[in-house]
């Protein structure tokens, strides 16, 4: 059984993914207008205005009823099979573009009400192209494996689209009808309300609470501020700012149980749906992930907790505390070589680190940073953490950071860039159905 001490700093561990801001030390969170431009991302890169957001946008609507048109000939003739695989994978691409431009503005201004928009409309859309296309998979499953191999041969054009195929037949057994199928698409807006409120809540509108800085200062707790906080040497800063910030999570406690329970209610509703046997066999399914992979990782991480448990009480005596609390497990040990990692610094210390994977590789990555790929600070409203993300077609992929010079901060940049270039050397050379990849292949990568 994990103590529950190494629970709280497992949770501790997890809520603390974020980053600190440009201007540290003001009292409130700087606007994004206020940081320079090439430390931000170009989304004009992938549309032009919000105006042509839109234009796109009706546009693909517009190919709702192409969709539904294939609907009964797909298992027909091989002909039909690829032309619907063509057309499918068009549109897939073009929504994927769609989809980033209002994700990406979302995640930099929460409070921004025309990228909310988007952000909404573009559900919608996805939703409704779901619906759309919902019969493909239940007629593609009709197809005898002897007529499918037959297809493949006669219509050289599906070996392009043969692996995809035998990615879908793999879902049968946890496929619906096409009726059925359309339905659920249907109501996918529904089951992210849940998550969609929390990141609002989390990341835009919690009620965070001021701090005395080192200095004596008066200082509003953000996300970044707080991750900020705990590299510290003040032991009673990184107390007061730790414990500042579960007083909004405190005050809402009620709000933040319930919406947990929506997201674990729908979880466990779509696995019973689609007969599976648990909500973790159904997340683990369609990456082709066994749960004994999972089940191994827990039962690996129970029987080494001896380590931790080392690292944990050497922490505490290296400091000299009488009990070791999560707002401890980031200081350094070594203050006197304590050193801070500004961006422009950082990048030039991951070009050079990176110099062993080759000159296209760190050409690429060089690029990437001096064309404004990552949007590197900490503003009011931007959404906490750091990751790395891309539409599979093109322009690019784009790198997430909320930034405070800590090493940290230099590690989590590289790591984002090794995704970065993952999604950009994919994109690069895969056709657009093979670009992404599992988060099991990226994390392990």
Known sequence: MINK?????????????????????????????????????????????????????????????????????????????????????????????????????????????????????????????????????????????????????????LKEFEFKINSILRLKPHTLSADQEKLLAQLSPIAQVASNTYNVLNDAELPFPTVKGTDGSEIKISHGRYRAALYEQDRNYRRDVYKGTYIPYNQLINTF???????????????????????????????????????????????????LHRWANLRKKVLKLDELHPYDTYVSLFPSVEKQYTYDESVAIILDAIKPLGEEYVKAAKFGFENRWVDVYETEAKRSGAYSNSSASGPHPFILMNWNNTMDDLFTLIHELGHNMHSYFSEKTQPFQYRDYSIFVAEVA
């Open 257 to 307: 149980a319930t919406l947990y329970n929506g997201r674990v209610t729908t979880r466990i509703t779509n696995a019973k749906i689609k007969n599976f046997k648990d909500p973790v066999a159904s997340a683990l399914y369609s990456d082709n992930i066994p749960v004994s992979v999972y089940d191994n990782l827990l039962k690996a991480v129970n029987e080494n907790l001896s380590t």
């Open 5 to 157: 001490s190494i629970i709280g700093l497992i949770i501790f561990s997890i809520i603390s993914v974020n980053t600190m801001g440009l201007f540290s030390q003001a009292k409130s969170l700087p606007k994004r207008s206020e940081i320079p431009d090439k430390y931000k991302w170009n989304l004009q890169e992938i549309y032009s205005s919000n105006d042509a957001w839109n234009k796109e946008y009706t546009a693909i609507t517009a190919e709702l009823p192409k969709i539904t048109a294939f609907k009964g000939k797909i298992s027909k003739n091989a002909k039909d099979l690829l032309a619907y695989m063509k057309y499918s994978v068009e549109i897939e691409s073009r929504f994927s573009k769609l989809f980033i431009y209002a994700a990406l503005g979302k995640d930099t201004d929460l409070n921004n009400s025309d990228f909310s928009i988007m952000y909404d409309k573009v559900l919608k859309l996805s939703s409704e192209l779901s619906a759309a296309g919902s019969f493909s998979n239940p007629e593609i499953m009709e197809i005898a494996p002897e007529t499918m191999k037959n297809f493949i041969a006669s219509e050289p054009g």
